[in-house]
């Protein structure tokens, strides 16, 4: 409960005690406080827990609410959740006044009953009677001596409660302080988030301008490449046949290379006879020009040989004159 002086018996039960008071939660969200002899269900005495008739009281405002301690982590609001929820609740001032109220009156019948049957005690109603009311007197004064301890823890129990609540209403305080702050800031966020909310519709427009932009490009690239498949197809096709017709080519050529060397031979063969008939045609010059010496000398002698004719038979013919 948070409340000094409070001690869990069990907590299974969840039975909690304040001072003599023992106060258990039932299945059906009702609270039962046990005070001595006496029972009460949400702030009211049920008939028959001591033969005292009940205690005229609210359900609404006399009910001591107590925290479960079965809730779930699923069952568990958030923070922000639970902050709402506290601001949204009443005051806990009316429910701490009404539980001291109805603590206040239970002690205060308890006490007017307990001393009704002390002053006929002492009046001497009982004291014709056997020992044994003389034994009930004793037990009224225990009882009553009883009630004034309780009344004292309960007094300190008040106490106890009333610095709680200064607690609780500082803390309620806060909680505004807070709550108003985080209303803020919700409002903020949900500002920034319609703000993102548009930002996105208008990103996801542009996204989707953008899927169809490279859709068709992609298209188109898909066509073009397509295209070049073909045109490398058809160049493959083409350097395959040119490798063919390289290779035809090739043997051609070692033919031609072949017929080029034998021509080669031949004519190295053609031009070293060549360069022989040179040699003999040099050397039949020579020897035409020593015959066509031999012949000019004996043209020149044969010419001499007829002028010195000449002269003989001119001096012949002057000799005979």
């Not at 992609?218 to 350097?239: F, I, M, P, T, V």
Request: contains cysteine.
């Amino acid at each position: 409960m948070g409340f000094p002086g409070c001690d869990a018996l069990s907590d299974d039960s969840l039975r909690i005690k304040f001072g003599d008071f023992e106060v258990q939660p039932m299945d059906n969200d009702k609270v039962i406080v046990y005070l001595d002899d006496l029972v009460f269900v949400d702030g009211v005495l049920v008939e028959g827990s001591s033969g005292l008739p009940s205690v005229p009281s609210n359900n609404n405002n006399h009910s001591i609410p107590l925290p479960s301690t079965t809730t779930t982590l699923e069952d568990q609001p958030t923070d922000q959740e639970q902050q709402l929820q506290e601001s949204q609740q009443s005051s806990p001032t009316e429910e701490l006044r009404a539980t001291v109220a109805l603590c206040n009156q239970t002690i205060a019948d308890l006490v007017d009953k307990k001393l009704l049957k002390f002053e006929k005690a002492q009046r001497g109603i009982f004291k014709k009677r056997s020992v044994s009311h003389h034994r009930e007197r004793d037990d009224v004064i225990r009882v009553l001596n009883r009630l004034s301890e309780e009344s004292r823890q309960v007094v300190k129990i008040h106490h106890d409660m009333a610095g709680q609540l200064k607690i609780k209403q500082r803390d309620q305080t806060i909680l505004k302080k807070a709550v108003t702050s985080f209303g803020k800031e919700v409002k903020a966020n949900s500002a920034a988030r319609r703000v993102m909310k548009d930002d996105l519709a208008s990103k996801t427009v542009q996204c989707r301008e953008l899927e169809n932009q490279l859709k068709e490009t992609n298209s188109r690239w898909n066509d073009r490449l397509a295209a070049k498949e073909q045109e490398c197809q058809r160049h493959k096709k083409k350097e395959m046949d040119m490798t063919h017709l390289l290779r035809e080519k090739s043997q051609s050529l070692d033919i031609v290379t072949s017929e080029l060397s034998n021509a080669k031979t031949k004519m190295t063969s053609l031009l070293e006879d060549n360069q022989q008939l040179k040699i003999e045609m040099s050397s039949l010059q020579m020897t035409d020009d020593k015959t066509e010496t031999i012949l000019d000398s004996l043209r020149f002698k044969d010419k001499l040989q007829a002028e010195k004719s000449v002269l003989e038979s001119g001096l012949r013919f002057w000799r005979k004159n």
